[in-house]
């Protein structure tokens, strides 16, 4: 017997399996019949995505379910299905499960893909695996008289022939997202129940996933190749046996959920994930598809991860700091950029943290250990207390007063740092790298035409600010004229920046991403 629903559904982008459309399109002309093509699933589908309903809970039975029992041909309605017992049957059961007990491979890879486990176990204690392979052994016939004719009969066994290899493909996808092969009941294996039904692709794959062909356990009265019926199966078993031990490669590597056929640690299994694709459902609880949705909008995008102890694919909302920015972002250079994207875990901080001071400690804690940020610059700032600094933002912060106290503790504890002797890095270096000024940039001020390195307050030099703008500054003129045509539109349109030190451009840029700040000030100061 099979689930199906009354009526069908016209697809819509929106209602389209989470699948690839050449996989999903082919499975619609092998299986018309699937529960994801009926008109019942896009509602489940929406529900899952958006986290309003779990991959793992029972199936729901609603009263436009039908059943249809293969044995009589007859199509039952919720009362008649009621009277058998099968809705208590469906309503217990696991999307994994109701697939592999009708061999609905499309639905055990979309369920698979919305979340659902290979370990989830229904109320007699089955995995989806197990259960499949048993449900083989009802549809086996039997040699008891029948009062069906020859051809009736002959009917009746390639129907079954054609469900039990059904049944047996979802059973193989199964194992190939490593189920269990080992899983005994009743002192019955899965290599036994598939000896019994001479499943021959589900015995090599259970033999390639590590499936014991001699359970000592169960005693050599019980070995699985007692269940095959003639002498050339028993020979083919001891063949596949014999065959599987000589590989020295061990279990195949587990799929992707995502359904790309790529294992796990290639696919979604690497650091950061993969981003959602364009023409699923949007995760944000709307029914439109992710593209006409939150891929519209600037800065945020959802990524896929795979969560090893969930056994699924989790979504999560992140923040691109390039999208963020937009075309401002060239003004940070390339390697920053790439740095702080790899040291801050997918937008984890953003769903982690309770405020802007929180953000920066976790921050700071990852690009302070990977040297991203300066020691002395991580000292000082937690010394002082205070959030980053940043030039256009001391104004409004804080008083004159307070201010010059914050970076006399601030500087003070760059001093202490130098007096420590824990960095072998020259004074200057260091004092270049971490201490800041009243106006809330670097103390020391680096010469802003290219190639020149020299810095204010060292070797007696004294920058000259751009008497336009106020902001960039230079050793001479001769630096201020070979400047000139870089800084010329920045200047006339009054977008001139203060310099950061490379610390406070790290920490900035990283807070801004992390925070998920569109505007305001982090993105003010990296503008």
């Known amino acids: 017997m099979y689930l199906r629903t009354e009526g069908t559904v016209k ?8 699948l690839p459309r050449s996989l999903w399109e082919s499975f619609e002309r092998e299986f018309p019949n699937s529960f994801i093509f009926s008109s019942v699933f896009p509602h489940i589908r929406q529900c899952i995505v958006s986290k309003k309903a779990s991959p793992n809970s029972a199936v729901p039975v609603t009263s436009n379910l039908t059943i249809q029992c293969l044995e009589s041909g007859t199509t039952c309605g919720k009362e008649e299905t009621e009277k058998l017992g ?9 999307y994994l499960h ?14 698979r893909r919305l979340g659902t486990s290979v370990r989830i176990r229904n109320k007699d204690g089955l995995s989806a695996l197990y259960f499949g392979c048993r449900t083989m052994t009802t549809f086996m016939g039997s040699d008891a008289p029948s009062n069906k004719s020859p051809a009736e009969e002959a009917d009746d066994r390639e129907a079954f022939a054609a469900l039990r290899a059904k049944i047996s493909r979802v059973c193989v996808f199964l194992l190939s997202h490593h189920s269990d092969p080992n899983e005994t009941h009743d002192g019955l ?3 036994h129940i598939a000896c019994l039904t001479s499943s021959w692709d589900l015995i090599h794959a259970l033999l390639l996933h590590g499936a014991d062909p001699s359970p000592s356990s169960l005693g050599p009265s019980r070995h699985p190749v007692r269940f095959l019926k003639t002498e050339s199966d028993r020979a083919r078993f001891r063949s596949l046996v014999s065959e599987v031990k000589k590989s020295t490669a061990g279990r195949p590597p587990r799929l992707c959920p995502c359904a790309s056929g790529l294992p796990i640690e290639s696919c979604h299994g690497v650091p950061g994930g993969k981003l959602y694709p364009q023409e699923y459902l949007c995760c944000c609880g709307t029914r439109r598809i992710y593209s006409a949705c939150c891929g519209k909008q600037s ?5 896929e991860e795979w969560n090893e102890v969930a056994d699924r694919l989790e979504t999560r909302e992140t923040v691109s700091l ?3 920015l937009g075309d401002r972002h060239q003004n940070i250079s390339d390697s920053m950029l790439e740095r702080v994207l790899q040291a801050i875990d997918s937008g984890a901080l953003a769903h982690r943290m309770d405020g802007f001071r929180q953000a920066q400690d976790e921050i700071l804690n990852k690009l302070g250990a990977s040297g991203q940020i300066h020691p002395a610059f991580v000292v000082a700032i937690r010394k002082a207390g205070i959030l980053v600094p940043y030039p256009a933002g001391i104004a409004v912060a804080v008083s004159k007063g307070e201010w010059r106290e914050t970076i006399a503790i601030w500087n003070g504890a760059v001093d202490a740092y130098i007096a420590s002797g824990v960095d072998s890095q020259p004074k200057d270096a260091i004092e270049n790298a971490a201490k ?15 190639g020149c390195a020299n810095i204010e307050g060292r070797n007696s030099v ?20 070979s400047a000139w045509q870089s800084h010329k539109l920045a200047c006339q349109s009054g977008k001139v920046k203060a310099q950061l030190l490379p610390s406070q451009r790290e920490l900035l840029a990283a807070m801004a991403w992390a925070t998920g700040s569109q505007n305001g000030p982090y993105v003010d100061a990296l503008s």
């Open 11 to 18: 697809h819509h982008r929106d209602s389209d399996p989470q």
């Open 86 to 94: 099968l809705v208590d049957l469906f309503q217990n059961m696991g």
């Open 98 to 111: 109701l697939a592999a007990f009708q061999g609905d491979l499309p639905l055990a890879y979309e369920a």
């Open 189 to 191: 294996s899965l290599l």
């Open 299 to 303: 800065g945020r995008v959802w990524t």
């Open 322 to 324: 390039e999208s963020l």
């Open 436 to 450: 800041i000024s009243i106006i809330g940039g670097p103390l020391y001020r680096r010469c802003e035409a290219s």
């Open 462 to 481: 004294q920058l000259q600010r751009c008497m336009r703008c106020q902001t960039a500054v230079y050793c001479g003129r001769t630096c201020q004229k």
